[in-house]
């Protein structure tokens, strides 16, 4: 089996879809960049977080798209300006849970793990993205193996 396949299958058994749009817009980035020299673990990691809502879908559909007009080999791109928006946010004292997802994405594409910074206050919603993006990520991780 693929890995498509098999990471769609752990996501599925995972329950870590939120609703059928959810995995629609997955499925079709996956589907889509999957077989780009740029793709990675990581990169599926968020595109995961991305497939949460149409606003996200749509940023990363264009970030994407950047990426294979411009041939890259890799998201080094796409992790500077994930960085460089992270650092806006952080700058206009606008840390919240914005903030924590793109860290957590900039986290997937540097294949590290994420860790919230102690005593963060983050709005429920997004902790509970956050949780859910941490089990899509593992189980991401067991279908590359």
């Excluded at 599926?44 to 970030?63: N, Q, V």
Aim: hydrophobic letters at 35%; one cysteine or more; a negative charge.
């Amino acid at each position: 089996m693929k890995f498509k396949e098999k990471c769609m299958q752990e996501l599925d058994e995972g329950g870590l879809f939120e609703d059928s749009g959810h995995r629609t817009r997955f499925k079709e980035l996956l589907d889509c960049y999957g077989d780009y020299p740029f793709f990675s673990k990581g990169l599926c990691k968020c595109m995961y977080l991305s497939a949460w809502d149409e606003e996200h879908f749509a940023m990363m559909l264009g970030i994407l798209t950047e990426l294979t007009l411009g041939k890259e080999k890799d998201t080094m791109e796409m992790r500077l300006q994930g960085e460089q928006m992270a650092r806006e946010y952080m700058a206009e004292e606008k840390i919240g849970g914005d903030t924590y997802v793109l860290q957590m994405s900039n986290a997937f594409l540097d294949n590290r793990e994420f860790h919230m910074a102690e005593g963060a206050k983050i709005e429920p919603e997004y902790e509970y993205i956050l949780r859910r993006g941490l089990a899509a990520a593992e189980r991401i991780e067991r279908a590359a193996t």
